[in-house]
Structures are given as C-alpha cells and as structure tokens.
C-alpha cells in the first residue's frame, strides 16, 4: 500500500505496460517520414514480441517547429501514449519541455551538450535514447569527397537552417568543415543556408554558378526527411555531393559516410522494450553509434563522369552497381 500511494505521489507511473495494458502504445514524433528508419524500428520491435494491431500501437505524428511539435506532444499526451519516441533536438527538448511522466526515447545529437540529459551514463528524469554522433564525421566527408572529384578546388557547403540542429550543430558544421578543406587545399565555398526543402534546386543552382565542383551537405533529420528532393537537386546540378547515411545512396546520391542510421532506431525499439517492460528510463543509459559505413553509388559516378579511386572503392561498407 505504500509503494502504491508513492507511486501516485510521484505521478512517473514506471511500471510494466504490458501487464496492465493489452495494446502497448507508442508515440512517435519526427520531422518527416523516414521509411527505412522505420521499417529498422518495426523489425526490431517483432523481434521483442511487439505485434501491430495486437499488442501495439504506433501513433505518428511530424512537424518542423517548435510549436508545432508541442502541439504534437499534447496530441500524443492525449492519446494515452506509453512511450514517446522522438528523433531530433528540437523534438526531443520539445518532449522534455511538456512532460515529466511520459517516458522519453530520443534520437538525436550531442544529447549532453544540448542540455537534453545531465550525462550518457545518468540521464535525466523521464528521458534516455541514442545520442547519433554526427559533427565528428564532417572532416571525413570532406576528405572523401575531394578523393572523388579530381582537381576540386572549390567545395560548397549546405548547412540546415529549418529548426532541425542546434545553433552548436550548425556551427560545428561550419567549422569543422573548413578546417579540413584548409587542410587539403580546398576553399569551402559557397557556403549555402537552406531553410526551407523547397529552395533546395536554387541551393545547388547557386553552387554551380559560383564555380564549386561539388557539394558537401550537413547532417540533419530534416535533410534526411526530404532525400529524395537533395538527390533529384545535386543530379539537375549535375554536382557530385556527399551525405550523411545510406539512404541517399540508395536513392541515387554519389556516396554517404555516417553513422548507421537503421541501427540506431533497431537501439532504439531496445529501449523502448526495456521501459514497456518496467525499467525506469533515467537507469538506462544513453548509448552512441558505434557503427560509421561509406557507401557509393557507382552507376551515379558514371552518370557524372567520375573515375572512382580504386583504393575509395575497396574501403567502401558497399557499392551500389
């Protein structure tokens, strides 16, 4: 009787969903669909005996501002959601800012720095996740695109402005970038802002007329939301162009070097197992993606006359053919 009257007290209910509801029910709030992330999440909660329209419930909901993901919270808080899923910084401070019962699973970048959760070993409250490093990686596109285009002299540079990234993300973008381009005798330049998905063919369009002989994108949940768009733009362009994870490849891009995407949301479900099953999220620590991949589309090298160094090619996670 206690336990029970404490329980109450406290108001972070913590138990097992799946004794007491029949229907787990998960809330997920992203920028935009991403279909390979979610089919990654859906076989990984299969996998743990999560079945749709028997014992789960997967509400979706998008937006790209801060508002509008409030508003989406409320609306998922109002549906009884067990778990809240979110992907991004923005989301996930939007998650943290509404509420403190509703246990919280984040994807998203530099989780610490952003002030999301106190450390990775100890997070806060009501929230854990995977925290997807990302800017770390920036230097690495850069030496792998230069390795692709022979006597590039001028890199141009796509930064997300949406709301998507932190002010830090944007900046580590920047500088980072730079940095390695000093390094190998490139000008980073010209340095292009996108706000909005719907400017992104006179994004690419500026590039090329400012003489850059290729493109170098930031990671972001809002780029990755709109891939197709990023692609059909660098091939108008004809401007051979770097991205973050896979499905850009697969979807015509040049070549990604990142994290593994589809394994962070596969974590993901883990977590979100776990806490169905009565674990306290502030208990769980925080884990990273460990995996990096590079993949490169070779018939879009051909398409853009590139001879790709067979050394780029034997180091390569997977070319697409």
């Known amino acids: 009787m206690i336990c029970a009257a404490a329980a109450t007290a406290i108001g972070v209910p913590f138990t097992t969903f799946a004794q007491t509801n029949p229907k787990a ?3 997920w709030l992203a920028v935009g669909p991403i279909p390979s992330n979610m089919t990654a999440f859906r076989q990984a909660l299969q996998q743990h005996g999560y079945s749709e329209g028997k014992n789960l419930l997967l509400e979706e909901k ?59 070993a100890r997070p806060t409250e009501n929230l854990t996740g995977v925290a997807i490093v990302t800017h ?51 000008q980073l330049e010209p340095r292009i802002e996108l706000r909005n998905i719907d400017n ?54 040049l070549v990604s070097y990142g994290p593994d995407l589809r394994a962070a949301y596969r974590l993901a479900a883990t977590y979100v197992d776990k806490i169905l099953k009565g674990a306290n999220p502030s208990q769980l620590p925080v884990e990273q993606v460990a995996k990096v991949e590079m993949v490169i589309n070779e018939i879009t090298a051909r398409v853009l006359n590139l001879a790709l160094p067979q050394s780029l090619l034997l180091r390569a996670d997977a070319v697409i053919q």
Do not use: C
């Not at 022979?150 to 796509?158: F, T």
């Open 200 to 253: 992104v063919d006179d994004a690419f369009s500026r590039a090329t007329k400012m003489g850059a002989g290729a493109m170098l994108t930031a990671s972001s949940s809002y780029f990755n939301a709109n891939e197709t768009r990023l692609v059909h733009a660098a091939a108008k362009a004809r401007l051979p162009t770097i991205y973050e994870h896979r499905d850009f490849v697969e979807a015509g891009g």
């Open 25 to 27: 029910r998960i809330g």
């Open 136 to 186: 770390d990686f920036n230097a690495k596109r850069v030496e792998t695109i230069v390795a692709m285009v022979p006597r590039l002299s001028k890199l141009a540079a796509l930064n997300d402005v949406s709301g998507a990234l932190s002010p830090s993300i944007q900046r580590a973008f920047w500088e980072e970038s730079a940095a390695a381009a000093a390094r190998l005798g490139i």
């Open 62 to 120: 998008y937006a790209s501002t801060s508002d509008q993901y409030s508003q989406s919270i409320d609306a998922l808080i109002r549906l009884n959601v067990d778990v809240l899923v979110t992907t991004g910084a923005i989301a996930s401070q939007a998650a943290k800012s509404t509420t403190t019962k509703i246990p919280v699973v984040f994807l998203t970048t530099d989780p610490v720095g952003s002030g999301l959760v106190a450390s990775l």
